[in-house]
Nanobody, 127 residues
Framework: QLQLVESGGGLVQPGGSLRLSCAASGFTLDNYAIGWFRQAPGKEREGVSCIKSTDGSTYYADSVKGRFTISRDNAKNTVYLQMNSLKPEDTGVYYC????????????????????WGQGTQVTVSS
């Protein structure tokens, strides 16, 4: 059974950094695109960054380009999201998701296409 478990969230001051981890089980990353999404209170879930193992493609939302980096460790079946220069507007619940047969652009822009989700981890950026 496909399972995704996020970790690494927390409270950080503006300008700080966090690294989120998404540990996958029940499947191998090779065949899936993996994405990070976030949802702030009262807002829709939005794609932050997505990565695909088969071709190494990545996608970043404009709001995080240059600040966030997505990476994967296939040996550990884990995907990471390094978040630097955090801003208060980055606050939200961050979810890891997996989907096969999809491009990273579609995955990040159309979360309705995504079938498998983790439980989420809270990120709060505040002084």
């Amino acid at each position: 059974q496909l399972q995704l478990v996020e970790s690494g969230g927390g409270l950080v001051q503006p300008g700080g950094s966090l690294r989120l981890s998404c540990a996958a089980s029940g499947f191998t990353l090779d065949n899936y695109a993996i994405g990070w999404f976030r949802q702030a209170p009262g807002k829709e879930r939005e794609g932050v960054s997505c990565i695909k193992s088969t071709d190494g493609s990545t996608y970043y939302a404009d709001s995080v380009k240059g600040r966030f980096t997505i990476s994967r460790d296939n040996a550990k079946n884990t995907v990471y999201l390094q978040m630097n220069s955090l801003k208060p507007e980055d606050t939200g619940v961050y979810y890891c998701a997996a989907q096969s047969w999809i491009t990273v652009r579609h995955m990040c822009n159309i979360p309705q296409y995504v079938k498998s989700w983790g439980q989420g981890t809270q990120v709060t950026v505040s002084s």
